[in-house]
């Protein structure tokens, strides 16, 4: 059985390292998990008035969410927080209101920093913003990067064994928390 992963990058960096993160999840992700990316830098800012006529970029988006059987965001965090881009992005994919795009979707947070807390403050906002979004959330494992000069080769490769081994732990526990979730949301699918 496939499953159909929309994957956001909090980034606009052209050298983020969480897109180089997001390069190594999939890379190390179970053969069951398909990817696409679900970009953002587009997106206009949010206002109530485009409501009653979403912008094509926009309705793209909410589609791609609605179209993913999970989603997975891969983030840094900004001022102890969810970079602007991102929350714009997950504020576009939940109104008009009525037709939040996120409910009962599986998700996964990660993050890689420069620092020594790894996204951890970032990660929390993203619980309670996802949880008020009734998007089922994997609790378990963690993955806070703390990343280096070397932490990844210019190929995209992990070059720590141990960290290498522990992202491919995570998207395991990530592909088997999408199928429970579809299991009681979509049984039909599995
Ligand atoms: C940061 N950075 C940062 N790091 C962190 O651990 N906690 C934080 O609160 C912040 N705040 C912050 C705000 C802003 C505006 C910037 C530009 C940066 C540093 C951040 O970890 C570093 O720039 C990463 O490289 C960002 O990830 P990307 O863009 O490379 O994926």
């Known amino acids: 059985m496939t499953y159909r992963i929309g994957y956001f990058v909090g980034s606009l960096s052209s050298t983020s390292i969480n897109r180089r993160l997001a390069g190594a999840l999939v890379a190390l992700a179970p053969d069951d998990l398909e990817f696409t990316e679900i970009p953002i830098g587009d997106l206009p800012l949010y206002s109530p008035d485009h409501d009653g006529d979403y912008p094509p ?7 791609s969410i609605e179209a993913s059987d999970g989603i997975l965001f891969v983030s840094p965090e900004y001022n102890r927080s969810i970079p602007g881009a991102l929350k714009n992005a997950i504020d576009w994919g939940s109104r008009p209101w009525g037709t939040n795009s996120f409910a009962r979707k599986p998700t996964g947070i990660v993050g890689a920093s420069i620092g020594a807390i790894g996204t951890a403050v970032m990660q929390s906002s993203m619980r309670s913003v996802l949880s008020f979004l009734n998007a089922p959330q994997l609790n378990a494992p963690e993955v806070y990067v703390q990343v280096q000069e ?14 290498e081994e522990f992202l491919r732990h995570y998207m395991a526990e990530y592909c088997a928390f999408v199928q429970r979730v579809l299991s009681v949301t979509a049984p039909g699918h599995i």
């Open 150 to 163: 070397d932490t990844f080769g210019d190929d995209g490769s992990v070059r720590d064994a141990s960290l």
């Open 57 to 63: 970029v926009a309705r793209a988006l909410k589609e």
